[in-house]
């Protein structure tokens, strides 16, 4: 089974904090992704990775950054944290076949205060 | 603009009855698409997945069907339970584009006793 793991469950932040989310997938998935989900919008795409060291912007990246220094590991950076990041976050993963199933993690709620 | 819309957007049910939840599409050129269950405070779990070719796929008491003519797909719940209580996305992939994946806004279900 892929097994999509992240660093925290709930998290807790205060404003202009630099937060660190972690993501590690043990399928050696060339891909990896960052989503935001909230009431009523759905999941949106914050950053997305396709190899080490390659990264690429979604639909939401303002405020955030990311690292990809190895395969497995994928992290999302809150440079200085606002209240309008307070979400929960999933990370995904998925291997290069043509149908690209992505496996998600459990997700992390950060609360900003 | 590629979008996902799902219909309702919640819905109560009593368990053992049957439901069945709307997903409608404009992502072109369609890949595939598939359904995820997401349990409150977890990540989605892939519940089918349809190609272009494929009418109908079942999974257990769930039965996914595409009309890849009208943009249009559905989710039938047979003999609901509690444990199908939770949100139900719809998640349309186009060709092309990085295997990236267009988001419906979900319906959240509740089964009640």
């Known amino acids: 089974d892929v097994k999509v793991t992240q660093s925290s469950r709930y998290l807790v932040k205060r404003t202009g904090e630099k937060v660190f989310l972690e993501c590690v997938q043990d399928?050696?998935?060339?891909?990896m992704f960052w989503y935001r989900q909230d009431p009523g919008l759905g999941l949106r795409l914050i950053y997305f990775?396709?190899?080490?060291?390659?990264?690429e912007k979604g639909d939401i990246p303002e405020g955030y950054s990311v690292s990809r220094e190895k395969k497995e590991r994928f992290s999302l950076i809150l440079e200085s944290a606002s209240t309008n990041q307070t979400s929960m976050y999933l990370c995904?993963?998925?291997?290069?076949?043509?149908?690209?199933?992505?496996?998600f993690g459990p997700g992390t709620r950060l609360t900003v205060l | 603009k590629n979008q996902v819309e799902q219909s309702p957007q919640s819905l109560i049910i009593l368990e053992g009855k049957n439901c069945t939840l709307q997903c409608n599409y404009t992502v072109s050129p369609f890949s595939n698409l598939r359904w995820y269950k997401q349990d409150t405070g977890r990540g989605p779990v892939s519940l089918t997945i349809?190609?272009?070719s494929e009418n109908t796929k079942s999974n257990g008491r769930y039965t996914a069907t595409l009309d890849a003519d009208t943009k249009q797909s559905s989710l039938h719940i047979t003999a609901s339970q509690l444990s199908d209580s939770a949100s139900y996305i719809c998640?349309?992939?186009?060709w092309g584009a990085g295997n990236m994946l267009t988001f419906g806004g979900g319906t959240r279900l509740m089964v009640k006793p």
């Open positions: 990775s396709y190899d080490v060291k390659m990264k």
């Open positions: 998640v349309v992939i186009a």
């Open positions: 399928m050696d998935h060339e891909n």
């Open positions: 349809m190609t272009f």
């Open positions: 995904a993963s998925s291997g290069g076949g043509a149908e690209g199933m992505q496996f």
